[in-house]
């Protein structure tokens, strides 16, 4: 099966601009997760959506960012106005429901300047 | 609260050289513990993973023991090869939140021929 997608690979943006993330997660996995490394530092949770309900987005940083899913399937992850510490690898994993690993995309590298 | 204290690096070996990678963790109860590999341009993989106290997590050569008397989860190899230079994470994750992963900071290796 294909694996997480995930879509820039590297987006480079102004500040005060505006740039939406892309992810496939994995056919039939009802769980998807958003999470962010920034500047080499641990990789923080963002949000997690059951099918196309957000079960908890207390990682979300502030209202700048807004994630959707449509119909349960992919995802996306904009960024409104982008600031400079936006910049860093935003990663998606997928998980089926009542399994524990989650499977993560290759990230998508942002950098605000 | 839940955390999960990794040791930095970067670190530098030759090959065939012994790895540990420090990781220790703050959790109510008794979590599953994962370790998580980035190979250079791919995402995030589960390397080994450990469910209960005492258990020993291995793949690939690397192991992994979850002590609940000194709250660690130390990963080793006894000997590493090139192809070992990545970065790895040692990850709590949260199935009364819905799953979501607490992250170490990571440690990027690196291997020298």
């Known amino acids: 099966e294909a694996g997480v997608t995930q879509f820039p690979s590297h987006s480079v943006i102004e500040k005060g601009q505006t740039v939406t993330l892309r992810c496939d997660p994995i056919s039939g996995h009802d769980n998807l997760y958003w999470y962010r490394r920034v500047m080499g530092k641990e990789i923080k949770f963002l949000l997690h959506?059951?099918?196309?309900?957000?079960?908890?987005e207390s990682g979300m940083p502030n209202n700048r960012f807004l994630a959707e899913r449509t119909g349960g399937t992919y995802s996306t992850l904009k960024v409104q106005p982008a600031e400079l510490e936006d910049s860093g690898v935003y990663f998606c994993a997928s998980s089926r429901t009542g399994v524990r690993e989650q499977y993560f995309g290759p990230g998508t590298r942002l950098t605000v300047t | 609260g839940n955390s999960v204290t990794q040791m930095e690096g970067p670190v530098t070996l030759s090959e065939e050289a012994f790895l540990t990678i420090n990781c220790t963790y703050t959790?109510?109860?008794?979590?599953?513990l994962f370790w998580y590999v980035q190979y250079p341009g791919e995402g995030l993989q589960l390397l080994l993973k450990?469910?209960?106290?005492?258990d020993k997590g291995s793949n690939k050569g690397f192991e992994a023991t979850y002590r609940k008397e000194t709250t660690s989860f130390h990963l080793e190899k006894g000997s590493v090869q090139v192809s070992d230079s990545a970065v790895y994470f040692c990850?709590?994750?949260?199935?009364?939140?819905?799953?979501?992963?607490?992250f170490g900071q990571g440690t990027e290796l690196s291997v020298k021929p």
């Open positions: 450990a469910t209960k106290a005492d």
């Open positions: 959790a109510t109860g008794y979590p599953s």
């Open positions: 990850a709590l994750p949260f199935y009364n939140q819905g799953g979501k992963l607490i």
């Open positions: 959506f059951v099918k196309e309900s957000k079960q908890d």
